[in-house]
């Protein structure tokens, strides 16, 4: 069965930069794109952007230069950093696998923007 | 504002059905693959409905799914209060780069 973890900072202030990192147990990261979607408090879900096997990425335009999506096969993860972020940016965070078939989600983890 | 249009909310009786409704363009839904995911509160999005009306194993047919042009549909019929839910509708968008979008959700309360 897979499955996703993740894990990050969950307070940051204005300005830091946001750095969360999804594990993947009980599969492989080949053959898979895998993606980064936020939920702000109350609000609807955001894609931010994903990575496939090979390490080639696609981001959501409204946040493409502030985004940085990587892929660890050794540990068999995938991380986010998001930089210069702002109250904006206060979301739950999940990762997933896929957006169609086969698709497998994270727990989310809050990050909250605050100074 | 969503790219992809969804009524803000619907409701139903238990045992009846509703539909759900996704708009679009042919940027995005005219153009490629529709899926539905199930948001249960305070947990993460569930994958319903896949390539337009494909289920994952174990949804039940309960949960059904169409594509016309630059709309989709999610219907839900024999509602239980287990449906409870936000459902999104979410696809491809080919402008100006491939970027995937969601639609803002659609709250469902079963009576």
């Known amino acids: 069965q897979v499955q996703l973890q993740q894990w990050g900072a969950g307070l940051l202030k204005p300005s830091e930069t946001l750095s969360l990192t999804c594990a993947v147990s009980?599969?492989?990261?080949?053959?898979?794109?895998w993606s980064w979607i936020r939920q702000p408090p109350g609000k609807g879900l955001e894609w931010i952007g994903e990575?496939?096997?090979?390490?080639?990425?696609n981001n959501n335009p409204s946040l493409k230069s502030r985004v940085t999506i990587s892929l660890d096969t050794s540990k068999n993860h995938f991380s986010l950093k998001l930089s210069s972020v702002t109250a904006a940016d206060t979301a739950v965070y999940y990762c997933?696998?896929?957006?169609?078939?086969?698709?497998?989600w994270g727990q989310g983890t809050l990050v909250t923007v605050s100074s | 504002q969503s790219v992809l249009t969804q009524p803000p909310s619907v409701s139903a009786a238990p045992g009846q059905k509703v539909t759900i409704s996704c708009s679009g363009s042919?940027?995005?839904?005219?153009?490629?693959?529709v899926s539905w995911y199930q948001q249960l509160p305070g947990t993460a999005p569930k994958l319903l409905i896949y390539?337009?009306?494909k289920r994952p194993s174990g949804i039940p047919d309960r949960f059904s799914a169409s594509k016309s042009g630059t709309s989709a549909t999610l219907g839900i019929t024999g509602l239980q209060t287990g449906d409870e839910a936000d459902y999104y509708c979410g696809t491809w968008d080919d402008s100006p780069s491939a970027h995937w979008v969601f639609g803002g959700g659609t709250k469902l309360t079963v009576l």
């Open positions: 390539e337009n009306n």
């Open positions: 042919s940027s995005n839904i005219g153009n490629n693959y």
């Open positions: 997933a696998r896929g957006l169609a078939i086969e698709n497998y």
């Open positions: 990575i496939n096997h090979s390490g080639s990425t």
């Open positions: 009980g599969g492989s990261l080949s053959g898979y794109h």
